[in-house]
């Protein structure tokens, strides 16, 4: 009780002055003809709680907290949006290295976040390797943004295991930062067809909702091929690598919820990562547990979550950004781009494409057209100073977009239109 009347006495002071010096301005005010409308007669009295806030639970905190704030600046003229920030997922498997790292250096910006992953199946050694090169790079080293995750998981190629590895990533970024916009999951066989500065730039004006999924309900051949069967990932209790195995009976398609299938790549809003990893509500939980047994989990398991849940289903474009052949009629991978594809690759636009071999000749000529790449140096963009270029950080929010930025434009505006239209949504 006396320790509230001191407390009391200690802002009372204060209060009464500034009220007088307000009152004494208010006064002068009216004399010399500056306050004319009520809202400038409202906005003298900016350290009152305003009307539509005055539920607020203590008054006193309130005062005080906004007695020493100045008054609030006149709301500036509506400015671009500011650069988004990304935060990516690059995993791999035994034999890897290489390529997750040439995929690193290629998507690298200093206002990005790095996760990478290599499972279990990879020798220790390589792995160590992995974590030797990010430690001694100065760049990363200086900008903190390259996370390796040195427990390795056990993934099983098709198996809820490679979800949890992404889930995993993401909850790492989550904890790391809050700073970033969407989360971009990638493998070692990825590259990028446009730099960090073109993405950036293009992002800068999406709506930071937006979903990037590439997904349907028409299940096809799926229905009794995915829906139905009962499957075990072995990669969930045993230390080795087994692939997943079969389990009899099969169980019926569900009822509680609408299944959707697609492109096991995604690119995902901050918010709707916070959704599925915290949990708050129990639908990514319980998909979750029902995915544990489903063929093939990555191309289903966000899909149907996103559009299951009310919030989250009219913010989805219909993409994965991604330039994927396919043979035809489909195989179990798809077909592994090479020099000839270069052209049908540049033309459709994508952000990213798959998959590629080791150091195959066609990622050197994106290197040289398409990301100004020299090898063993950064993709090349506006933050890059320092010789050889990008071997120093000069202004990390220097945008230098190229022609990478138009064609990813372009693709972009009838995409996200047709998604703010609800069309090709969830159906
Ligand atoms: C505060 O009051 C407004 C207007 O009366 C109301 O709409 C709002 O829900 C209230 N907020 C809380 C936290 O009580
Ligand atoms: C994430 O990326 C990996 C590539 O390593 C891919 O195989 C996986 O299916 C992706 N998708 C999800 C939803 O985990
Ligand atoms: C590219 O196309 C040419 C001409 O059709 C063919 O001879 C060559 O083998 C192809 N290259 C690859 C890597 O498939």
Same mark, same amino acid.
């Given at each position: 009780? @006396?320790?509230?009347?001191?407390l009391?006495?200690?802002?009372l002071?204060?209060l009464?002055i500034t009220?007088?010096i ?7 005010s009216f004399n ?5 409308? $009520?809202h ?7 350290f009152l %709680? ?6 607020? *639970?203590?008054?006193?905190s309130v005062?005080?907290?906004v007695?020493? !704030?100045p008054? %609030?600046?006149?709301a500036?003229?509506?400015a671009?949006?500011?650069?988004p920030?990304f935060?990516?997922l690059?995993?791999g498997s ?5 390529k997750l790292?040439?995929?690193?250096l =290629?998507l690298?910006?200093?206002l990005?976040h &790095? ?9 220790p050694?390589?792995r160590l390797d992995l974590?030797?090169r990010?430690?001694k790079?100065?760049?990363?080293t200086?900008?903190g943004?390259?996370f390796v995750i040195k427990k #390795?998981?056990?993934v ?5 295991t490679?979800v #949890? $590895?992404?889930?995993h990533a993401?909850?790492?970024?989550l ?5 970033w916009?969407w989360?971009i999951?990638?493998s ?5 067809l446009v !730099?960090?500065?073109?993405?950036? &730039?293009?992002? *800068?004006d999406?709506?930071r ?5 590439d997904?349907t ?9 995915r829906?139905?069967p009962i ?7 045993l !230390?080795t +690598?087994s692939?997943v195995?079969w389990v009899e009976?099969k169980?019926?398609l569900?009822t509680?919820f609408k299944?959707f299938?697609g492109?096991?790549?995604v @690119?995902?809003s901050?918010?709707?990562v916070? &959704?599925v990893?915290w ?6 939980r !319980? ?5 544990t $047994?489903f063929?093939?989990?990555?191309e ?6 996103a559009?299951?849940a009310p919030e989250?289903? $009219?913010t989805i @474009? ?16 798809p077909?592994?781009l ?5 052209d ?6 994508a =952000?990213?494409?798959? +998959?590629?071999? /080791?150091d195959d000749p066609?990622?050197? @000529? ?6 100004h ?5 950064f *993709?090349?963009g506006g933050?890059c100073?320092g010789k050889p ?16 930025a /138009?064609?990813?434009q372009r693709?972009?505006?009838g995409l996200? #239109?047709?998604?703010k239209?609800? /069309?090709n /949504?969830?159906i």
């Amino acid at each position: 009780m @006396v320790g509230t009347i001191n407390l009391e006495k200690k802002w009372l002071l204060p209060l009464i002055i500034t009220s007088a010096i307000c009152l004494f301005f208010l006064a002068a005010s009216f004399n010399m003809g500056l306050v004319s409308t $009520n809202h400038s007669i409202n906005s003298l009295f900016f350290f009152l %709680p305003s009307f539509p806030h005055s539920n607020q *639970t203590s008054s006193v905190s309130v005062e005080t907290k906004v007695l020493i !704030t100045p008054p %609030p600046a006149p709301a500036p003229a509506p400015a671009r949006p500011a650069i988004p920030r990304f935060a990516y997922l690059i995993s791999g498997s035994k034999g890897d290295l290489e390529k997750l790292w040439r995929t690193l250096l =290629a998507l690298y910006h200093p206002l990005n976040h &790095y996760v990478v992953h290599l499972d279990l199946e990879s020798p220790p050694d390589e792995r160590l390797d992995l974590l030797n090169r990010i430690e001694k790079h100065h760049v990363f080293t200086e900008v903190g943004n390259v996370f390796v995750i040195k427990k #390795s998981n056990l993934v099983t190629y098709r198996g809820p295991t490679m979800v #949890s $590895n992404t889930l995993h990533a993401c909850a790492i970024l989550l904890k790391r930062s809050k700073e970033w916009d969407w989360f971009i999951n990638l493998s070692a066989s990825d590259y990028p067809l446009v !730099t960090q500065d073109d993405l950036l &730039y293009t992002f *800068t004006d999406i709506d930071r909702s937006f979903n990037f999924i590439d997904h349907t309900s028409q299940l096809g051949w799926k229905r009794e091929r995915r829906g139905k069967p009962i499957i075990i990932d072995p990669g969930l209790y045993l !230390t080795t +690598k087994s692939d997943v195995f079969w389990v009899e009976p099969k169980r019926a398609l569900p009822t509680a919820f609408k299944l959707f299938t697609g492109s096991a790549w995604v @690119v995902l809003s901050h918010e709707f990562v916070e &959704y599925v990893i915290w949990g708050w509500d129990n639908l990514p939980r !319980t998909l979750l547990m029902y995915y544990t $047994n489903f063929l093939s989990t990555p191309e289903g398991y966000f899909h149907t979550v996103a559009c299951n849940a009310p919030e989250f289903a $009219n913010t989805i @474009v219909n993409t994965d950004l991604h330039y994927i052949s396919w043979d035809t009629p489909p195989k179990q991978h798809p077909h592994i781009l090479n020099i000839n594809d270069t052209d049908k690759m540049i033309e459709s636009g994508a =952000a990213f494409a798959r +998959k590629f071999t /080791q150091d195959d000749p066609v990622l050197d @000529v994106i290197d040289k057209k398409l990301l100004h790449k020299r090898r063993g140096l950064f *993709t090349m963009g506006g933050w890059c100073i320092g010789k050889p270029k990008c071997s120093e950080i000069g202004d990390i929010y220097k945008l230098k977009p190229g022609p990478g930025a /138009q064609r990813l434009q372009r693709l972009l505006a009838g995409l996200t #239109s047709t998604a703010k239209s609800g /069309q090709n /949504q969830c159906i």
